[in-house]
């Protein structure tokens, strides 16, 4: 009997120890914010973060030392890549247009288009472990590229974040996963405008593009609203299930809505034709610095991306991707196309950059280690 008290006991140390260390990881968050829903197998501390830092720029961690995770993810971008598409170690292209690290703690689906993969763990193990294309190539290289982590550095650091627990890709991966979690951004102008109450924070031409953004001509707020600018979050408070994946109409290349071979979106996971084109909504902060634009990288400036949605979608009218996304059948009803001004472009744009936070572009915490 006192052996079966001694193992409740137990237990419930373990269990209050796992939530002490949630509870004491300093999310530096604004006040009133949300903290991210995170899994409980992965609880937060400094020194997971701290290692996954390190990880996350060692090129060891691919096969043959060329890449690391920051060669497809630059923090002055805020972590996205100026490339149409990222290479992978052997020179292999992604499928789509990196995507930024921004926020990723709150993101309900990962990648651009999936409605499975829900947590960083899962999807690191696409670059991690993927073939096809090969990203960092450890399929088939485990052995050797786990001795490399075997120094004094790294065994330190491994024992610091997982005491008593082996350098394996199980560790590594929640290390990463813990380093991704902690790249939050909610210090931008826009925010101390609107958090802060600081009415100097924003220029009058971006107040102004803020209420285009926000009003029901322009529609941006149905699908890039919400405190991270996009409909695709989900943490402690949130309650409704919102589905959010979208085709803007960027393509209809046989005229009944598909998009060009390389990726057609959702419909790739669900097989589902009304899934034709549908992505997520990214977040839209440091949007200024992640050029180029959309799953595939296709559109350059800001610009034209407000072209785009002012048109109600793209036309093509030669090439390949011939055909007319404003009439994509799947289009969602919100991208009906406006009327816009020089000048409210120019307005719109302002706000867009006032979303963009210096501090998480610069700040050392994210940065590459100096050893
Ligand atoms: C070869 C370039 C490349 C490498 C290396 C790479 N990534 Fe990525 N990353 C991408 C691309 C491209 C996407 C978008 C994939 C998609 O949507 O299908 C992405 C997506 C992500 C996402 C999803 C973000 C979101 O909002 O859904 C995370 C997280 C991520 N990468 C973290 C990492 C980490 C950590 C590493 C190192 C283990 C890594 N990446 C290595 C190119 C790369
Ligand atoms: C119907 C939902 C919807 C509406 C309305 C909408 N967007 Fe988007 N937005 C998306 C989706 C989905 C993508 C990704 C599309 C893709 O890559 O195919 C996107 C992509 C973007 C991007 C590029 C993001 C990146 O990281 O590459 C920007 C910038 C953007 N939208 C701004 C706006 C603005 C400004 C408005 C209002 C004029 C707006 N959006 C209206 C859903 C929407």
């Known amino acids: 009997m006192k052996y079966f008290f001694f193992l409740i006991c137990l237990s419930l140390l373990a269990a209050c120890s796992e939530n002490t260390n949630k509870e004491n990881y300093d999310w530096q968050l604004r006040e009133g914010f949300p903290k991210p829903t995170i899994p409980q197998t992965n609880p937060m501390t400094v020194e997971k973060v701290e290692l996954g830092r390190h990880l996350f720029y060692d090129r060891n961690l ?4 060329k890449q690391a995770c920051a060669d497809c993810h630059f923090q002055e971008l805020a972590f996205s890549d100026p490339r149409v598409f990222s290479l992978g170690t052997t020179g292999e292209a992604t499928q789509r247009n990196s995507l930024a690290l921004v926020n990723v703690a709150y993101n309900k689906t990962l990648t651009w288009a999936h409605n499975g993969i829900k947590d960083i763990e899962t999807q690191l193990l696409i670059p991690m472990f993927g073939e096809s294309p090969i990203e960092l190539g450890i399929t088939g290289n485990e052995d050797t590229i786990i001795e490399r982590f075997k120094t004094e550095h790294y065994k330190e650091l491994f024992e610091d974040a997982f005491p008593g627990q082996e350098i394996n890709f199980n560790t590594i991966n929640k290390a990463l996963a813990s380093f991704v979690r902690s790249l939050i951004s909610l210090n931008s102008p826009f925010d101390r405008y609107a958090y802060d109450g600081d009415d100097n924070a924003l220029s009058e031409s971006a107040i102004r ?5 926000f009003s029901e001509k322009f529609e941006c707020h149905h699908c890039h609203g919400g405190f991270n600018f996009t409909q695709s979050t989900f943490h402690e408070k949130q309650q409704i299930d919102r589905r959010p994946f979208h085709n803007t109409g960027m393509y209809n290349v046989n005229a009944q809505g598909a998009y060009p071979e390389r990726d057609n979106g959702l419909f790739e996971i669900t097989l589902d034709p009304a899934d034709h084109g549908r ?3 990214p977040t839209l902060r440091n949007i200024e610095v992640t050029a180029p634009y959309m ?3 296709s559109i350059k400036t800001l610009e034209e991306v407000i072209d785009f949605y002012a048109a109600g979608g793209q036309l093509i009218s030669d090439g390949p991707n011939q055909g ?3 009439a994509n059948p799947h289009k969602s009803p919100f991208v009906k196309g406006f009327e816009i001004s020089e000048q409210e472009k120019a307005d719109l744009i302002e706000f867009l950059r006032s ?17």
């Open 279 to 281: 992505f997520r909504a």
């Open 209 to 213: 593009g803020m209420n285009l953004f």
């Open 324 to 326: 007319d996304g404003r």
């Open 62 to 65: 691919s096969f043959n030392q």
């Open 295 to 297: 799953h595939d990288g």
């Open 355 to 371: 979303l963009t936070d210096k501090n998480f572009l610069e700040n050392p915490k994210h940065a590459a280690p100096s050893q």
